[in-house]
């Protein structure tokens, strides 16, 4: 299996990769194929695919934030079960984000990802039928893996950017420290602010979750 780096969206491995996000993922979570162009550039935002004999079976996009230390995993896409595409994507993302802290002189505290809460989700996707995306399944190997939920109710605009506000989801944060229990509060906010900063059109609840962590310190990390 190999890990191949998209940058850009004439790709012939792109036009795969956007199948399968429409085919995973609901409408709101999935950007235009034409809006991809900026992102799939920028030298910032890593977007990955797995290929197998010439079909592309998974994928992961993440970031590696200098400064702060931390990644966000955008997310992981499994096509097809039986290959361990999870476990090959994970472990090719974390070398590559290992390789991209040590070149800016720091060392990889951990990162952010939004997991699928099935215990909140309104509508029962079926997540492309592949049962390693069913949330239950991945919300299991997600905690496996160390993603720990960060303790507040989580909103995030539409990628729509139609003002709607997205819930079913929890703000997780996976740190290299397995002994870590709190994070502050203030790095969640600049980095959602910074993330989201390309959505202009925030909905109430987004803005009043913002209000509502900026009383806070810290925040405790929970067991997924």
Same mark, same amino acid.
């Given at each position: 299996m190999e890990f191949i780096r998209i940058t850009n969206i004439n790709d012939p491995l792109f036009a795969k990769l956007h199948e399968l996000l429409g085919e995973i993922f609901p409408p709101e979570e999935v950007l235009e194929f034409e809006l991809w162009k900026e992102p799939l550039e920028d030298p910032g935002i890593r977007v990955f695919v797995a290929v197998h004999e010439g079909e592309v079976v998974g994928a992961t996009e993440y970031r590696y934030y200098p400064g @702060? /230390?931390? *990644?966000?995993? $955008? +997310?992981?896409?499994?096509?097809?079960p039986g290959l361990s595409i999870g476990r090959f994507l994970a472990q090719e993302r974390q070398k590559d984000l290992i390789r991209l802290a040590e070149e800016q002189g720091e060392v990889l505290k951990g990162g952010f990802a939004e997991i699928y809460n099935p215990y909140m989700m309104k509508e029962d996707f079926d997540f492309g039928g592949v049962m390693p995306m069913n949330p239950f399944v991945r919300r299991e190997v997600l905690s496996h893996l160390g993603?720990?939920?960060?303790? %507040?109710?989580? +909103?995030?605009? /539409? @990628?729509? #950017?139609?003002?709607? *506000?997205? /819930?079913? &989801? $929890? %703000?997780? %944060?996976?740190?290299? $420290?397995? #002994? &870590? #229990?709190?994070?502050?509060?203030s790095l969640v906010i600049d980095f959602l602010k910074n993330y989201y900063s390309v959505l202009p059109n925030k909905p109430q609840q987004w803005l009043d979750m913002i209000a509502n962590l900026e009383k806070q310190e810290t925040l405790n990390l929970l067991p997924l």
């Open positions: @702060w /230390s931390i *990644a966000m995993t $955008d +997310f992981t896409i499994i096509g097809k993603y720990k939920r960060i303790d %507040f109710p989580y +909103f995030h605009p /539409s @990628w729509k #950017n139609d003002g709607e *506000a997205v /819930s079913g &989801l $929890d %703000f997780c %944060f996976m740190p290299t $420290d397995d #002994n &870590l #229990n709190e994070i502050p509060s």
